[in-house]
């Protein structure tokens, strides 16, 4: 296999389940080291096969608390399986605590997990940065189902439609005024609704309530959200909770829509690569200075100086 | 955006081992290594050694601080500082927080723990050891 020799040392290592070798690549896309990059353009042809399932609502619902019980259903189902939890970084200190790994007591000797912690580091979304690449490199280990669990900043954690292959937003009884909140953000990326705590008082009204939202359509039209009721702590509803992503992930690829997803986040992902490149390639032109001047000075206004410089730029360069 | 400059955080795994069931003071010491900067993964209370090993492997830490209470440190750190070296993870380096006797302590540092905090230590001293002990003291 002359593709195999080709590979560099550290991937291989990693097709072949080297864990101390996937933890070190991960901290180097997260870092975005030279090293880390050469492994991910090597192991791409590998991937994109696995489930990405993301986990994503409001603080405390219990996202970590389902993930748990989801590593041992899908243990008892013989899936290996991998996590990544991402929590916010401090815009102050950078710094972050990373606490969802409190809520997972899997067994240390078993080789059918791997969790991993990410901050945020200033990434907006409800995700790091490197999710992505996390992400391949997890299925390059030999992950094929991901669970990804988002900062928990509710409305604003859409993000997560850019990376996972299906979006679980878990809401918790007594919603109330939310379910009007949230409509604008987070409604919308559900592939599967799940209420969680649903052993506390309020969850059928919660599960009605969802499941009027998901029957006025709006999404796909070929994909009716389910919604499922569970309780992480006792636990229940788990095993119903992943026959609804198992659904939605065989709609995918009996629709079509896996590839049409792909299309659409594979083209978000080179848009936002190549937009930060010219970004710090325009922020050197030395032509900026110049072109600064009539806009301080009021005569000439933001929008009219970047539309010159574009069409410059562009005669210039092509 | 491309910050290469930019040096990437340090990583500590924060454990609680053993059984006894409180851990203020380890959530003191995670923020404050928080406020100076570093990705704090808490691990949270009643770990045990191998859990706690195969945490800071997963999450690839560049230092681990452990908070014991329960005077059962001699049993559960030696064990924890083996199974680090048997995992081949290379010499992160430990650090033990708690009231551990005079002796104990020295055999600790014998062993490997690389600082020990009494109840009296202050966060400041915490998180500039946390930093020297990762080469980070700019
Ligand atoms: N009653 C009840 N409590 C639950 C359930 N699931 C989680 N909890 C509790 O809710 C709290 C938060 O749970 P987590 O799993 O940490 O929630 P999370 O969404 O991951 O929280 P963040 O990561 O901080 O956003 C914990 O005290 C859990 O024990 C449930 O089904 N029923
Ligand atoms: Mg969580």
């Given amino acids: 296999m002359s593709s195999e020799r080709r590979l560099p040392p550290a991937a291989h290592a990693l097709i072949n389940g080297d864990r101390r070798v996937l933890a070190r690549l991960i901290t180097g896309a997260e870092n975005d080291d030279p090293g880390a990059r050469a492994v991910l353009r090597a192991i791409y042809p590998r991937t994109g096969r696995a489930w990405l399932v993301g986990l994503a609502g409001p603080l405390g619902v219990g996202k970590s608390s389902l993930l748990n019980a989801l590593i041992s259903h899908l243990r008892g189902l013989g899936q290996n399986v991998a996590v990544v939890a991402v929590d916010p970084s401090s815009p102050f200190s950078g710094g972050s605590v990373l606490g969802d790994r409190i809520r997972l007591d899997r067994s240390p000797d078993d080789p059918g997990v791997f969790i991993r912690s990410m901050a945020s580091r200033g990434h907006a979304g409800g995700l790091a940065r490197a999710t992505r690449e996390v992400a391949r490199l997890l299925e390059a280990a030999g992950f094929g189902i991901i669970l990804l669990e988002t900062v928990g900043s509710g409305q604003v954690d859409v993000e997560i439609r850019e990376v996972a292959t299906t979006s679980v937003v878990v ?148 | 955006m491309p910050s290469a400059k930019k040096r990437p955080p340090i990583r500590v795994l924060i454990a609680k081992p053993g059984l006894d069931g409180h851990d203020r003071g380890a959530k003191v010491v995670a923020r404050a290594l928080r406020d100076a900067g570093m990705e704090v993964i808490y691990a949270g209370l009643r770990q045990t050694p191998e859990a706690i090993v195969q945490a800071a492997m997963e999450e690839d830490v560049d230092i681990v601080g452990l908070s014991i209470l329960s005077g059962a440190h001699m049993a559960l750190i030696p064990k924890i500082l083996e199974l680090i070296r048997k995992e081949g993870a290379g010499p992160i380096p430990v650090f033990v927080g708690g009231i551990i006797p005079d002796e104990d302590a020295r055999r600790l540092r014998k062993l490997g723990v690389k600082a020990i905090f009494g109840p009296g230590a202050s966060l400041q001293e915490i998180v500039e050891s946390a930093k020297r002990l990762t080469g980070r003291t700019s």
């Fill in chain 1, 171 to 318: 809401l918790v009884p007594h919603l109330g005024d939310e379910v009007q909140t949230l409509k604008a953000g987070l409604f919308e990326i559900a592939d599967v609704f799940c209420v969680n705590k649903s052993d506390l008082p309020g969850a059928d009204r919660a599960r009605r309530d969802l499941m009027e939202f998901a029957s006025l359509g709006g999404g796909d039209p070929g994909w009716t959200v389910p919604v499922v009721a569970t309780s992480a702590t006792t636990p229940s509803g788990i095993p119903e909770l992943w026959q609804a992503v198992e659904a939605h992930e065989r709609y995918l690829d009996s629709s079509g829509k896996r590839i049409e997803g792909e299309r659409r986040r594979l083209t978000q992902e080179i848009l936002a690569l190549a937009e930060s490149r010219f970004v710090a390639d325009l922020s050197r032109d030395p032509t900026l200075p110049r072109r600064l001047e009539p806009v301080l000075a009021r005569r000439l206004d933001p929008e009219t100086a970047a539309r010159r410089w574009w069409v410059e730029r562009r005669k210039g360069r092509t």
